[in-house]
Every structure is written in structure tokens, then in C-alpha cells.
């Protein structure tokens, strides 16, 4: 099972950046796809973006244009920047990582608050 410890989360005013990191240990088998959901109060998680290990990426629309995704194959760690950000981008991020044999691993998440 992979262990996922992501950081670099906290509060920003609307308009900042902020760069979530997060590192994977533990793992037997290579790591395939590697991404980045959230969930705010009182809705369901959703994807933010993903990235392949070849470096193919997704953004929800919502984030296109602002946030940008990228990981190190080597260091198992995937990173999220997060620039102009909204109120609307306040949520706890996750990471996750799912393995060449299919198994999906889950970091216990980082507090994202945008306010003024």
C-alpha cells in the first residue's frame, strides 16, 4: 500500500497562489496515473487534475488556466500550483496515486482556504 502525505496547504487571500506537494512512500510497484480531487463542505469530491507518468495531463474547467499540475517519476511526488485563486477553490485537497497493478492509494487530505 502507498503511503500519501501531501503539504503546502493553509490560508491565502483571493488572488494567491499557493503549491500543494505530495510525496509517495511505501511502494512496491510503479506508480501510473498521480492527481489531485478536493472536496468542499457539504458536496461530493471531485477531480481537480491528473497527470500520467508519462506527463499527460487533466484539469477540471474550473481550473484550467489557473492551477497547474506536475510530478517527479523518480521521487514518486506529485505537485499542484494554484494561482489566482477564488473562494470558491476553499476545500480539503487530496492526492492520489494509482499503481500499475490497479490499486489506489488516498493522502489524508490538506486544508485549502481562499478568503479575504
Known amino acids: 500500500q502507498v503511503q500519501l502525505v501531501e503539504s503546502g496547504g493553509g490560508l491565502v487571500q483571493p488572488g494567491g497562489s499557493l503549491r500543494l506537494s505530495c510525496a509517495g512512500s511505501g511502494i512496491i510497484f510503479s506508480i501510473n496515473d498521480m492527481g489531485w480531487y478536493r472536496q468542499a463542505p457539504g458536496k461530493q469530491r471531485e477531480l481537480v487534475a491528473r497527470?500520467?507518468?508519462?506527463?499527460?495531463?487533466i484539469y477540471a474547467n474550473s481550473v484550467k488556466g489557473r492551477f497547474t499540475i506536475s510530478r517527479v517519476n523518480a521521487e514518486n511526488t506529485v505537485y499542484l500550483q494554484m494561482n489566482s485563486l477564488k473562494p470558491e477553490d476553499t476545500a480539503v485537497y487530496y492526492c492520489?496515486?494509482?499503481?500499475?497493478?490497479?490499486?489506489?492509494?488516498w493522502g489524508r487530505g490538506t486544508q485549502v482556504t481562499v478568503s479575504s
Open positions: 497527470i500520467t507518468r508519462n506527463g499527460n495531463t
Open positions: 492520489n496515486a494509482v499503481q500499475i497493478n490497479g490499486i489506489t492509494s
